[in-house]
């Protein structure tokens, strides 16, 4: 049996549950209570139970990390304030002159953080389409350092074959960073399939339900998760109990939450790619989609992301789309239970250069909707109802 073969046989449900868990051990409590402390007593100096400051570790924080660690078959995970928090430790891995691939089409405060504040110290970003690993091996040279996918992107839901970047980073000597955060772990796990380091906006479906922004990293290498762990203690970028609690909460309804997302993805796809006032949908799970039999291949799901363009192709019609939903939101982010919609040129990646936003597909006609877990009947009327301002 493959090793992803394998991995799709395990019983993910439970994992979520209990992963990497143990009841507390001073009082038996089934969910590890929300430690707000910042400091521990100490018997005498140096000596104590494991944890002597906040920033360091947390016993709230650290159950989070080791059921991430768990659900990704890592062995050690990190949990940061937010995603953006966890692309700054993996970037402080690098040093001036190093070189970065990363795919072309990305979430636009990753792309902010590489060019506003990492090119500046001297670190050089290659953006490219991985559709194509040829144009990726096209790049390296003895300076690459690092290679970052995300997979599938965001928005456009392309598809970045993970053990193709793998072997090319692994015989460029360079880390694979891949962000996970639209697939997660029950869809998909990088490190099985040659990842060194996952990423994940916790924010959005591990936490599950708009309540909270957390960022995490998971690895299956001892001397990087001390690196990332010396970063993460060093530059203080971590979240608090509260936030740690909210999202080992969500981890526990994360393949029932991601069953419903897809279901009703499904659902709407089927009816937005007949539907007469949408130019093209963007979903993996199309057979349509070039990376359809990718995806079937590599995830266990097609997730529950849509990116649709209207037709016409244009600004206005797009904002007239989004400002007449009535379930779905009008709202950054995405993975909640609720339905979000966004207009992508205009929210999420304003800050990609319009011709490059282009480039990549994102267009002022793009719209993106995070499909929530509300009944599917009221999202297609939505859907109707909102789309009829363009018929």
């Known amino acids: 049996m493959s090793e992803f073969a394998a991995m799709k046989n395990q019983n993910f449900g439970t994992l979520a549950i209990h992963g990497g868990q143990e009841p507390d051990p001073s009082t038996g409590a089934v969910m590890p209570p929300i430690y707000q402390t910042s400091t521990y007593v100490q018997t005498s100096p140096g000596q104590h139970k494991g944890y002597e400051y906040s920033r360091t570790l947390n016993p709230t924080r650290h159950a989070l990390e080791k059921a991430l660690a768990s659900i990704e078959l890592g062995s050690h995970g990190l949990a940061f304030g937010s995603g953006l928090a966890a692309v700054d430790a993996c970037m402080k891995l690098l040093k001036p002159g190093d070189e970065v691939i990363s795919c072309s089409d990305l979430y636009g405060g990753t792309y902010r953080q590489f060019v506003k504040i990492y090119e500046p110290f001297g670190i050089q970003f290659h953006f490219v389409d991985m559709d194509s690993p040829e144009q990726v091996t096209s790049l390296v040279n003895e300076r690459t350092a690092m290679i970052w996918a995300e997979t599938p992107t965001n928005p456009m839901l392309n598809v970045i074959d993970i053990p193709a970047m793998a072997t090319i980073a692994q015989a460029a000597d360079a880390l694979l960073v891949v962000d996970n955060t ?5 869809l998909q796990q990088p490190l099985t399939l040659g990842a060194d380091i996952v990423l994940h906006s916790a924010t959005k479906y591990l936490g ?14 001892d001397d990087l998760a001390a690196r990332l762990a010396f970063i993460q203690n060093a530059t203080g970028a971590i979240c608090g109990p509260m936030d740690s609690f909210l999202v080992l909460r969500g981890i526990k309804t994360l393949h029932v939450r991601m069953d419903r997302h897809m279901s009703n993805a499904k659902a709407l796809v089927a009816h937005l790619n007949e539907h007469p006032a949408v130019e093209k949908v963007f979903y993996p799970g199309l057979e349509s989609h070039p990376g359809h039999a990718l995806a079937t291949r590599q995830m266990r799901g097609y997730g529950g992301m849509i990116s649709f363009v209207v037709k016409g ?66 999202l297609l009327h939505d859907v109707d109802s909102s789309l009829s301002v363009l018929l």
């Not at 639209?182 to 029950?186: D, R, V």
């Not at 599950?208 to 290498?221: E, F, P, Q, R, T």
């Not at 789309?321 to 379930?327: E, G, L, P, Q």
Request: hydrophobic share 40%.
């Open 208 to 221: 599950g339900h708009s309540d909270v922004v957390l960022g995490a990293l998971v690895v299956k290498n």
């Open 182 to 186: 639209f697939a997660t772990p029950y």
């Open 313 to 378: 192709d244009n600004h206005e019609d797009a904002v007239s789309v989004v400002s007449a939903f009535k379930v779905f939101t009008l709202a950054e982010s995405l993975g909640g239970v609720e339905s979000l919609a966004g207009h992508p040129a205009s929210m999420t990646h304003a800050s990609i250069p319009k011709a490059q936003r282009e480039a990549t597909g994102v267009t002022d006609g793009l719209i993106r909707l995070s499909v929530g877990i509300e009944d599917i009947q009221d």
